[in-house]
């Protein structure tokens, strides 16, 4: 089924809208294209970011093991501040995958755990959450398909290589010259740092962060700034077009996309 447009339609409204909305419009067209309840729906939206966060911890965490120059600079950097940041990330992404697994595979008690967190301060939230929640593990269902699953994983790694390889021109357009590893590295941390964007298209946490990281590569500020706004823009206007050309056709509006929201 051609559910093409509906994903470049949903990071289009991503890259404009806060909170991810545009996640929420992918689930509205579905529901209309295929009549597919929109809970479900984003039940698996949710497994597909899931992949992706895993397959990018997979290869932040492969690097780090692998990569001379990534090993040096975040585990063996002489900042203190830099090695616990390190350990912290990745301790969380842990504890985010255990969440998940806990999520899937024992429900009830992780819904008694989030019962108990949310209903001291709304106990018709409480309700609300516990319905979503049900929704969301009748999209984690095809979980169960280890083969279907492990297809979903690979496409993933190969998506978020082939975006390592186009930072690495990017980065070669600013005249930064680094390895092709420390380019996926570097696209990896920026991608998990906006995996919860504070603006759309994560416009600023972007260019704070790749300022940050490029400087322990020894990369200056304003040339670290200058190649993340460029290639912060482009996606930007890229994904603007090719989401305009799927709205038409699709034959559906923004407007009306919104008004379902």
Do not use: H
């Not at 398909?145 to 930072?167: P, T, Y």
């Not at 420390?182 to 759309?200: E, N, R």
Request: charged content about 15%.
């Amino acid at each position: 089924r051609d559910l093409f447009s509906n994903i470049i339609i949903g990071i289009m409204l991503n890259n404009f809208l806060p909170a991810k909305a545009g996640e929420v419009a992918r689930a509205y067209l579905v529901r209309k294209k295929e009549g597919i309840s929109v809970g479900l729906t984003l039940g698996t939206i949710v497994l597909e970011r899931i992949m992706d966060l895993a397959a990018l911890t997979l290869y932040i965490v492969a690097i780090l093991a692998l990569s001379p120059k990534e090993n040096e600079i975040f585990f063996m950097s002489d900042s203190a501040a830099m090695r616990t940041g390190t350990y912290f990330m990745l301790a969380a992404a842990a504890a985010l995958f255990a969440a998940i697994a806990l999520f899937r595979f024992r429900t009830e008690f992780f819904m008694r755990v989030m019962n108990a967190a949310v209903a001291p301060l709304s106990a018709k939230a409480a309700g609300k959450f516990r319905g979503i929640l049900l929704k969301f593990k009748e999209g984690f269902e095809v979980a169960g398909d280890v083969r279907l699953l492990s297809r979903v994983f690979l496409l993933s790694m190969v998506v978020w290589g082939l975006s390592g390889i186009n930072n690495w021109f990017f980065l070669k357009a600013f005249g930064i010259s680094l390895p092709l590893a420390s380019s996926v590295f570097i696209m990896a941390i920026i991608t998990m740092g906006v995996v919860v964007p504070p603006s759309p298209a994560g416009v600023g946490a972007i260019q704070l962060i790749a300022v940050i990281l490029l400087g322990f590569y020894g990369i200056a500020e304003k040339q670290a700034l200058a190649y993340s706004v460029v290639m912060n823009l482009f996606a930007i206007i890229y994904f603007a077009i090719a989401g305009f050309l799927c709205l038409l056709r699709e034959s559906v509006s923004i407007r009306s996309i919104t008004k379902e929201e």
